[in-house]
Every structure is written in structure tokens, then in C-alpha cells.
């Protein structure tokens, strides 16, 4: 029997693959994040979704192992997650009224390879108010979320519109990753099937 690992510990990227009913395990992968500030977001986050898969791989050689990361980037600089309160107002202000682009990388690894690819959305951003952008605050959902917003929460009020993969921005391309398993040989069965 094949085993697939999750080696996220976003409750968001679990509920995308629990949403497929397939059997899987989450493992997080305590890695180091930081990167090379010359790389393209691209490069980034692929980067750190092989880093995450290569960790967990290590202690799984059987297991087909998915790593995944995700940033938001406007204006060619590259926005993680808000340290404070202060930082995310400010990304938010700075999205308010713009269209950024949100990359999520997702490497998967099964033995000695590790496949990696990328997605590219736009998103839209309504003009926000300061008290808009100060409630939405308020919620506390912004504080864990590169470019301070969750567009599957109280963040999709704040989006205009997207062009792209809908769920690239919720943090994993939930299609394309289906398909690159099963490029690599994993075959989805049901839970119980």
C-alpha cells in the first residue's frame, strides 16, 4: 500500500487533501526558511517546498512525501508573514487597491527524487479603508498568512477578483499536485477502498 505524507502543518493544505478522501499522514517539517533575497519568488518557493518534502523524505524513503510553500508578491518584492500588527496593516494598505501575484511551489518526493513545479495567480484587491483593513485585523486570521490575508476567510471580502488557480492561493494547487503524483506512479484510491 502506497503512503502519502504531508509535510505541512497548515490546516489549510491538510483540508485541501482531506477534501479528496484519500488516506494520508501529516509529518510538519521544522526546516530553515530563509532563502537567497536574488532568487525569483518562484525559485523561493520551490526552493522551500523541497526543503520541507526532503526533510520528512528522509525519515519516509517509501512514502510519497508533498512539500509546499507559498508567498505573495507585489511590486517585485516578495511578502511573507507579518511579524505584528503594524507589518500586516502595511501589507495590507500596500495590496488595497493593487493586483499582486501569489506563487505557491509544491515539491514532491518519493525516494531519491523530488519533483518540484509552481503556481502563478493574480489577485485583486478591493480599495480597502484603514477601518476595513482594521477590522479585518481584528479577526487575528492574518497573522500566519503570507501577505497578511486568508482569501478562504474573512480575507475573501477583501478580494476583487483572481486570475489563476483558486486554491494555489489557499496554499497548495490541489489539480496540478493530483496529476504530478500521478506522473510519479501514486495511485488514489478512496479512504476505505
Not at 2 to 23: G, H, M, V, Y
Amino acid at each position: 500500500m502506497q503512503t502519502l505524507i504531508l509535510a505541512s502543518s497548515s490546516p489549510r493544505r491538510k483540508e485541501l487533501l482531506e477534501n479528496l478522501q484519500i488516506s494520508f499522514r501529516v509529518s510538519s517539517s521544522d526546516v530553515d526558511e530563509s532563502y537567497d533575497p536574488h532568487l525569483k519568488p518562484q525559485e523561493v518557493v520551490m526552493e522551500l517546498a523541497s526543503r520541507k518534502a526532503g526533510h520528512v523524505a528522509k525519515q519516509n524513503p517509501e512514502a510519497y512525501v508533498i512539500g509546499s510553500d507559498t508567498v505573495v508578491v507585489i511590486d517585485e518584492e516578495i511578502l511573507g508573514k507579518p511579524k505584528d500588527r503594524d507589518e500586516a496593516f502595511q501589507m495590507l494598505s500596500r495590496l488595497s487597491g493593487n493586483t499582486h501575484s501569489v506563487y505557491t511551489g509544491v515539491a514532491i518526493a518519493k525516494e531519491n527524487e523530488i519533483h518540484q513545479f509552481f503556481e502563478k495567480t493574480d489577485v485583486v484587491f478591493w480599495e480597502l479603508t484603514d477601518d476595513e483593513i482594521d477590522s479585518y485585523l481584528n479577526t487575528g486570521e492574518p497573522f500566519d498568512k503570507a501577505g497578511a490575508y486568508g482569501i478562504q476567510g474573512f480575507g475573501s471580502i477583501l478580494v476583487k477578483g483572481i486570475v489563476g488557480d483558486y486554491f494555489s492561493v489557499v496554499g497548495l494547487p490541489i489539480s496540478r499536485t493530483v496529476r504530478e503524483l500521478a506522473k510519479m506512479g501514486f495511485h488514489f484510491r478512496k479512504e476505505g477502498k
